[in-house]
T-cell receptor
Framework: KNQVEQSPQSLIILEGKNCTLQ??????????LRWYKQDTGRGPVSLTI???SENTKSNGRYTATLDADTKQSSLHITASQLSDSASYIC????????????WGAGTKLIIKP | NAGVTQTPKFRVLKTGQSMTLLCAQD?????MYWYRQDPGMGLRLIHY???????AKGEVPDGYNVSRLKKQNFLLGLESAAPSQTSVYFC????????????FGPGTRLLVL
């Protein structure tokens, strides 16, 4: 079954600290993996997109990694800021004739001052 | 450049009532999507469109209909609302399906009593 599982479900860290969010997937055949940030009450906003051949991609203080062999991805946030409080969603696209996106349930991140 | 807009922002319906959610994008994107987001779950695709005049079913299409009469607009209709359709609905658009980022609207919160 095509699934995307994220951990932890929620995370609280202090402002200025680093954190890493995890994503495991069983989607096949794999096309690409995306990380989105969703602020409360808003639509998701794309952070990164990685294809099979890419194992790391950065967007400012956000760095995503991909291990296609183990089917794992992580999102590392450096020097967290209060504005990083949001849900972070891992999305894997399935390469077939229908092109399907499989969305994870997200990790809710809270940054405390 | 407003991106993707959705109307209304919030709506309360009684069981059996009908309504239409409107999505508009000003990025000249070919592809448009309707998702629903429920607590603790990933986004689920309801219907999508690959161009003006075309629509296709997604993962959870039952109880919904869509139309794309103009390239910039994508309408989602509920003919006879049910409490199970209480959710947050997001519209998104992209220039293609596989490689490009999907841009999301702010969402419509729907409560069906």
């Amino acid at each position: 079954k095509n699934q995307v599982e994220q951990s932890p479900q929620s995370l609280i860290i202090l402002e200025g600290k680093n954190c890493t969010l995890q994503c495991n997937y069983t989607v096949s055949p794999f096309s690409n993996l995306r990380w989105y940030k969703q602020d409360t009450g808003r639509g998701p906003v794309s952070l990164t997109i990685m294809t099979f051949s890419e194992n790391t991609k950065s967007n400012g203080r956000y760095t995503a990694t991909l291990d296609a062999d183990t089917k794992q991805s992580s999102l590392h946030i450096t020097a967290s800021q209060l504005s990083d409080s949001a849900s972070y969603i891992c999305v894997v696209s399935r390469m077939d004739s229908n092109y399907q996106l499989i969305w994870g349930a997200g990790t809710k991140l809270i940054i405390k001052p | 450049n407003a991106g993707v807009t959705q109307t209304p922002k919030f709506r309360v319906l009684k069981t059996g009532q009908s309504m239409t959610l409107l999505c508009a994008q000003d990025m000249n994107h070919e592809y448009m999507y309707w998702y629903r987001q429920d607590p603790g779950m990933g986004l689920r695709l309801i219907h999508y469109s690959v161009g003006e005049g075309t629509t296709a079913k997604g993962e959870v299409p039952d109880g919904y209909n869509v139309s794309r009469l103009k390239k910039q607009n994508f309408l989602l209709g509920l003919e006879s609302a049910a409490p199970s359709q209480t959710s947050v609905y997001f519209c998104a658009s992209s220039s293609d399906r596989e490689e490009e980022t999907q841009y999301f609207g702010p969402g419509t919160r729907l409560l069906v009593l």
